[in-house]
């Protein structure tokens, strides 16, 4: 997953023409509608001999029970099978703390805990995840008191923004029961899949170190 | 993305079946559900392979054989694929990120498909994704893609750092049908897209990968994975090279070198492994086995800097993996 290819992208755009002498540029910068109009398929007049049309919607596929075990308590949905575990978690049982970036699996905001492990909400279906226990971040802390992680991020500024951040958090717990070396290096690759675009990066390895050095 | 329906397999029989009736495999869902959710890939049925029991790295009498659904990072930091195999581990840890390989298996890195920005924009010309309909590729931008093993279809690079490494561990990938099990070298399962791109692979429909067996060689623990993107983490290969070397009193016996990123299919590099094999480990022959493996090589407009990349990557990695540098 590679947001590369989104870059890729925006270099396409700065002096491709298309075939109706319309450049990408001009066209977004003409219809405003940058992110909206490519993900509804949309195109130029120039571009409009695209060779593939979006597929027609195939048959409905009804909804159907799924079972979540979020944060110790099993809930109980009525999905079709197509919904991410992302939208299940935000749309169906309103836990927005966990957050959709890219929604695919390029940014890490969507990071959840399943069986312990860190993993991209969006990239997986609700209905692949049923019985196994699913911690977001509103499961982190029992109580009160914040989980040290969480404490950590607050002592350390972890952020500018706060919307990369519990993802962020999510996978910093995640990364503390797999085998990474002691150094911020380790620190820094280990937290490759979490993009910050306030870049945050030095305050979040330094929370993150402040938990792995505690006695 | 498209209404699809959805079924779980508890068996490979199962799963066999359900393939049979159409249904797609997933596993991690890592590279299937991001192209779905482009319209790239749009299949009716998905069977959920997840419960099979594929999920074990079991020791066999020549090697380890790794089960299809053993999760990335999990094959990464086994300490006998660290200890036996390092160029597997270093690549499966060169790729992705922390989340994906956690979920990402093994069968599904072998089969995930190109990144292509063409391949992935549906309203984009791509043979891959809809044979005859052209390639936006050529003649577009082109620093990503394929030097090696490109056709006047398809110039798209695969984008795997395990499958490199695999190749150059003489690995064999082993596959399931209603007609029985085969197996197939690593080097042989992607194919060279030729008159057909859409064919990444040669797996025939219905049939569903079971393991990875890894032999010991002599060379497998002297082994090496060196990647070049345009970031230090968390970006797909410009130029790749996995290196293991059977070295002798400072002399190679034997060499496997294999290129990714550079190839249209993970790129095993037999003129630069002959070029090796008998003489002194040192920098004048890594360069000449560099000038042999990057022999042939053809520049796509913008992606040109990988074959004097390549050249470079490859001594580097002959150095580190000979101890020398």
């Keep these: ?215 | 993305m498209q209404p699809f329906d959805y079924v779980v397999a508890t068996d490979v029989e199962s799963a066999l079946a359900a393939m049979r009736a159409g249904a797609r495999p997933v596993a991690g869902g890592t590279n299937l559900l991001d192209l779905m959710k482009l319209h790239v890939e749009v299949p009716a049925r998905l069977v959920d392979v997840n419960a099979l029991p594929l999920g074990q790295v079991e020791a066999t009498a020549t090697g380890l054989r790794i089960g299809a659904l053993v999760r990335n990072s999990d094959l990464a930091f086994d300490t006998r694929v660290q200890e036996r195999f390092p160029v597997l581990s270093e690549a499966l840890l060169a790729g992705a990120s922390p989340q994906l390989r956690n979920m990402a298996t093994v069968g599904g890195n072998l089969m995930q498909r190109t990144r292509c920005s063409y391949f992935r924009d549906a309203s984009q010309p791509c043979n891959k994704r809809l044979p005859g309909s052209g390639c936006g590729a050529i003649g577009g931008y082109t620093r990503m893609h394929a030097v090696l093993g490109t056709s006047d279809r398809c110039i798209a690079s695969n984008p795997s750092d395990m499958a490199v490494a695999l190749a150059a561990l003489d690995a064999r990938v082993v596959l399931a049908s209603g007609a029985g099990t085969r197996s197939v070298p690593v080097t042989d399962f992607h194919r060279l897209p030729g008159m057909h791109p859409e064919q990444d692979t040669m797996l025939r429909p219905g049939e569903l990968i079971l393991a990875v067996e890894v032999p010991d060689k002599p060379f497998s623990a002297r082994s090496r994975y060196l990647k070049v993107r345009d970031r230090a983490s968390y970006a797909f290969a410009l130029v790749s090279v996995a290196v293991a070397l059977h070295l002798d009193g400072g002399r190679v016996r034997e060499a496997r070198i294999v290129l990714g990123g550079v190839g249209t299919k993970p790129w095993r590099c037999h003129e630069a492994e002959a070029a090796l094999t008998g003489k002194p480990a040192d920098e004048v022959r890594f360069k000449a086995a560099a000038a042999a493996a990057l022999r042939g090589a053809k520049p796509q407009g913008d992606n040109g800097f990988k074959i004097e990349l390549a050249k470079r990557a490859l001594v580097r990695a002959l150095h580190l993996v000979a101890g020398e540098a």
């Design chain 1, 1 to 215: 997953m590679d947001p590369e290819n989104v870059e890729d992208g925006v270099d396409e755009a700065e002096g491709a023409e298309g075939p109706g002498g319309v450049t990408r540029r001009d066209f977004l910068a003409g219809s405003g509608l940058v992110g909206s109009a490519l993900a509804a398929g949309t195109l130029a007049p120039g571009q409009a001999r695209a060779v593939e049309p979006l597929v027609a919607p195939t048959a409905e596929v009804p909804a159907r029970t799924v079972a979540l075990l979020v944060n110790g308590k099993t809930e109980t949905l009525e999905l079709e099978p197509r919904v991410t575990l992302l939208d299940a978690l935000r749309e169906h049982l309103h836990l927005t703390g966990t957050k959709k970036g890219c929604d695919l699996g390029q940014c890490g905001a969507c990071t959840v805990l399943i069986e312990g492990r860190r993993v991209n909400a969006c990239l997986t279906l609700a209905v692949m995840q049923q019985h196994r226990p699913i911690t977001t971040v509103e499961g982190l802390a029992p109580g009160e008191t914040l989980h040290p992680v969480q404490q950590a991020f607050l002592s350390h500024d972890g952020f500018q923004c706060g919307y990369c951040t519990p993802g962020q958090i999510m996978s910093a717990v995640g990364m503390l029961q797999e085998p990474w070396g002691p150094g911020d290096d380790a620190v820094r690759e280990a937290m490759a899949g979490n993009i910050c675009r306030c870049g945050a990066y030095p305050n979040i390895v330094a929370a993150i170190q402040s938990v792995r050095r505690k006695p």
